[in-house]
Nanobody
């Protein structure tokens, strides 16, 4: 049984930082590209960041978070992180990690076959 469990969300003031974690089990984590998406109330789930497997040699970001967020992974721990700095109120959303199916676009929700339950990030102004 595949499980992705996010943690690390919370309430933070604008300009602050949070580090989200996603712990994976039940899949061959090292072979999977991993992504972070977010969903604000009333909006569709949108791409945030992606890191390739197995070495994580490449990463990609949405323009809205480029330079502020950093995605990383540790295959020995079956974990992917999202370091979020200089947070803005518009970053407020539920954040989800996903495991990407092979041979598909990293910035589309349909390319992911497993998702976590999400962790809420709220940035106050």
């Amino acid at each position: 049984q595949v499980q992705l469990v996010e943690s690390g969300g919370g309430l933070v003031q604008a300009g602050g930082s949070l580090r989200l974690s996603c712990a994976a089990s039940g899949l061959t984590f090292s072979t999977r590209g991993m992504g972070w998406f977010r969903q604000a109330p009333g909006k569709e789930r949108e791409f945030v960041a992606y890191i390739t497997g197995p070495t994580g040699s490449s990463s990609y970001y949405d323009d809205s978070v480029k330079g502020r967020f950093t995605i990383s992974r540790d295959n020995a721990k079956n974990t992917v992180w999202l370091q979020m700095n200089s947070l803005k109120p518009e970053d407020t959303a539920a954040y989800y990690c996903g495991a990407k199916a092979r041979g598909s676009s990293y910035d589309r929700t349909g390319s992911y076959d497993y998702w976590g339950q999400g962790t809420q990030v709220t940035v106050s102004s």
